[in-house]
């Protein structure tokens, strides 16, 4: 799932960007969510501090609480693999992002050919995200691009004969068996069940008695067969 965040203090250029990624976003199929913000406020910063994966930012340089590059700057010391896109009207800005060490994708001017920029903008943003180790999945007319290090595990749904795939923030079901998604995962995950393939490195103990598996964040999964445990002693 991608997580695109506008902020923009002209309601009708919040209005015409938001109409831009939407449409670039249905184009092409992809997941995703968006978050939109007239100002870097405390709903703002809250996003900014969660634990949201593959990320796209679209920022305004000028905003009337703060600025847009030292929204960047904070962004880049909790964050290096989220994408920052600058929006602004004022071309004589762009001196000014390019003397941050910022590492922003791009700087789009809002009144300069605005619908074919942020397309190629787009574009590129997606492609990195693309470049990370990541889980792409097509499944009808949805993408759905998932961060590895996301994934608790994935298991068979016989009843409704999907694969559920838990991740920290959301569950996918997909129409494709668990062993064509196992072909796609690397050395991390491993089979605890005929029906379950778990993220190794996110397993936070296994109680082999009651046979269940507790991962750092909490949850857990009792999907653990006496043919695998053998392989699963930490």
Known sequence: MINI??????????????????????????????YLYSDYNDNFMKFLKSKVPFRIYI?????????????????RHKDLE?????????DELGHIILNNDLMFLSFVNKFDNLDKRLNQVLHKAINLIKMKRVLRIEDG?????????DILYLSKDTFERRTTIKTDYIEYKV???????QLMLDDRFIQTHRACIVNKTRISRIDYSKRIIYFDNNYYTDLLSNKYKKEMIL
């Open 5 to 34: 965040a506008i902020c923009d203090d002209n309601k009708r250029d919040l209005e015409r960007v938001t109409k831009l990624v939407d449409k670039f976003m249905k184009t092409n199929k992809y997941n995703y969510n968006k």
């Open 141 to 149: 007319t949805n993408t759905y691009i998932i961060d590895l290090n």
């Open 59 to 75: 920022l305004d340089i000028e905003t009337p609480s703060r600025s847009g590059i030292d929204v960047a700057r904070e962004i």
């Open 175 to 181: 129409r494709k068996s668990l062993s064509k998604l």
């Open 82 to 90: 989220s994408v920052i896109i600058f929006l602004t009207g004022h």
